[in-house]
């Protein structure tokens, strides 16, 4: 079967700086998967490779068999970015957030049509954002936040679900609830790789990892993916010994 993601050998410098080394990683539909790695690792940097927000150096992406930008065409991909990447003051509500996932099924008068809305009223039903759907984007709370993007996703309808450190600065019940919402889609089928430092969470939320330190160091279950050695490696020391995030 085609794997949901494909990224083989890419290498990605800014300028002088090497932000990725020939990494390469497969995954399927239907699963869960953490990558994880110190800041400067490269996971943003693989995320925008995976997204095609840039061009690899070397190396190939492929989403369901495809090229990133044909991907996002098709409206596969589904991306929650890191909060300091999102302006919260522009003046847009939740609703218009999520529609944002149709406007590939909008065609060019971009005019929500009945099937529009009720694809986003059942987003933020699913997300548990209904009653907030009216409100400025930024003045959610972190974790309704974040809940508003994976419902983004959920309206598009993304088979692939990528999200870039989306507990940071969330509370334990919102990072519970996005927990079990995305272990919801994939049970669905959608393929989710989200990066997280909270390594303690890692049974819960995902079933495999992959371990990032510009190279692929580890990808698996997740108990041979953090073993000692592997997080030296990674970290140059035992970020569970000190309840590393």
Same mark, same amino acid.
């Given at each position: 079967?085609?794997?949901?993601?494909?990224?083989?050998?890419?290498? =990605?410098?800014?300028?002088?700086? +090497?932000? +990725?080394?020939?990494?390469?990683? $497969? +995954?399927?539909?239907?699963?869960?998967?953490?990558?994880?790695?110190?800041?400067?690792?490269?996971?943003?940097? !693989?995320?925008?490779?995976?997204?095609?927000?840039? #061009?690899? *150096?070397?190396?190939?992406?492929?989403?369901?068999?495809?090229?990133?930008?044909?991907?996002?065409?098709?409206?596969?991909?589904?991306?929650?970015?890191?909060?300091?990447?999102?302006?919260?003051?522009?003046?847009?509500?939740?609703?218009?957030?999520?529609? #944002?996932?149709?406007?590939?099924?909008?065609?060019? #008068?971009? /005019?929500?049509?009945?099937? *529009?809305?009720?694809?986003? *009223?059942?987003?933020?039903?699913?997300? $548990? !954002?209904?009653?907030?759907?009216?409100?400025?984007?930024?003045? &959610?709370?972190?974790?309704?936040?974040?809940? @508003?993007?994976? @419902? /983004?996703?959920?309206?598009?309808?993304?088979?692939? +679900? &990528? !999200?870039?450190?989306?507990?940071?600065?969330?509370?334990?019940?919102? $990072?519970?609830?996005?927990?079990?919402?995305?272990? %919801?889609?994939?049970?669905?089928?959608?393929?989710?790789?989200?990066? #997280?430092?909270?390594?303690?969470?890692?049974?819960?939320?995902?079933?495999?990892?992959?371990? !990032?330190?510009?190279? =692929?160091?580890?990808?698996?279950?997740?108990?041979?993916?953090?073993?000692? %050695?592997?997080?030296?490696?990674?970290?140059?020391?035992?970020?569970?010994?000190?309840?590393?995030?």
């Amino acid at each position: 079967m085609t794997p949901a993601i494909a990224v083989s050998d890419v290498t =990605v410098h800014y300028g002088e700086v +090497l932000a +990725l080394e020939r990494a390469s990683l $497969e +995954l399927a539909r239907g699963r869960v998967c953490a990558l994880i790695g110190m800041n400067g690792s490269g996971k943003s940097t !693989l995320f925008k490779a995976i997204m095609g927000m840039l #061009t690899p *150096d070397t190396g190939t992406v492929r989403i369901a068999g495809d090229t990133p930008a044909a991907a996002r065409r098709a409206g596969l991909v589904g991306y929650v970015p890191q909060s300091e990447e999102i302006d919260w003051a522009f003046p847009i509500t939740v609703r218009e957030v999520v529609m #944002t996932g149709r406007y590939g099924r909008l065609g060019f #008068t971009r /005019r929500p049509r009945a099937a *529009d809305r009720a694809a986003v *009223d059942a987003a933020l039903e699913r997300v $548990e !954002l209904a009653g907030l759907a009216h409100r400025q984007i930024g003045q &959610l709370s972190g974790g309704q936040r974040k809940r @508003a993007f994976v @419902a /983004r996703g959920i309206a598009q309808g993304a088979s692939v +679900l &990528l !999200l870039d450190e989306p507990f940071a600065g969330v509370d334990k019940r919102s $990072e519970a609830t996005i927990t079990a919402l995305l272990r %919801e889609l994939a049970a669905d089928g959608a393929a989710v790789l989200i990066s #997280t430092h909270d390594l303690h969470a890692l049974p819960n939320l995902a079933d495999e990892a992959v371990l !990032l330190m510009r190279k =692929v160091l580890a990808h698996g279950d997740i108990d041979e993916v953090i073993r000692p %050695e592997n997080l030296v490696r990674a970290f140059g020391l035992d970020p569970m010994a000190g309840g590393a995030r």
